[in-house]
């Protein structure tokens, strides 16, 4: 059975820093994998996916600031936030999908529960 699970999320200032992290267990490939957000009231989006070759997109609102990156060897993927912003409030979410490239679509095939990142002003 595939089970994924988030940590690191919390309460930080803006400015501030954070590190989400990622385990993926019960599969052996994965095509693509990628963190997500849904913030109260808004549809959920895609912020950054990396494809098993090492290829990353970004959104726009988080390019400069996000880095996705992964280690193969612990099956663990993170997304490092800096210079977080209180728009960046919402709960963050891992996916993955041994299928194909799927980049920031949310048509992954397995997903965590979620992980809650509020950023205050």
């Known amino acids: 059975q595939v089970q994924v699970a988030e940590s690191g999320g919390g309460s930080v200032q803006a400015g501030g820093s954070l590190r989400l992290s990622c385990v993926a267990s019960?599969?052996?490939?994965?095509?693509?994998m990628g963190w997500f957000r849904q913030a109260p009231g808004k549809e959920r989006e895609g912020v950054a996916s990396?494809?098993?070759?090492?290829?990353?997109t970004y959104v726009d609102s988080v390019k400069g600031r996000f880095i996705i990156y992964q280690d193969k060897a612990k099956k663990t993927l993170h997304l490092q936030m800096n210079s977080l912003k209180p728009e960046d409030t919402a709960m963050y979410f891992c996916?993955?999908?041994?299928?194909?490239?799927?980049?920031?679509?949310?048509?992954?095939?397995?997903w965590g529960q979620g992980t809650q990142v509020t950023v205050s002003s």
């Open positions: 996916a993955f999908d041994p299928r194909s490239w799927l980049g920031l679509a949310t048509s992954y095939l397995y």
């Open positions: 019960g599969y052996t490939y994965s095509h693509c």
């Open positions: 990396i494809a098993s070759d090492g290829a990353t």
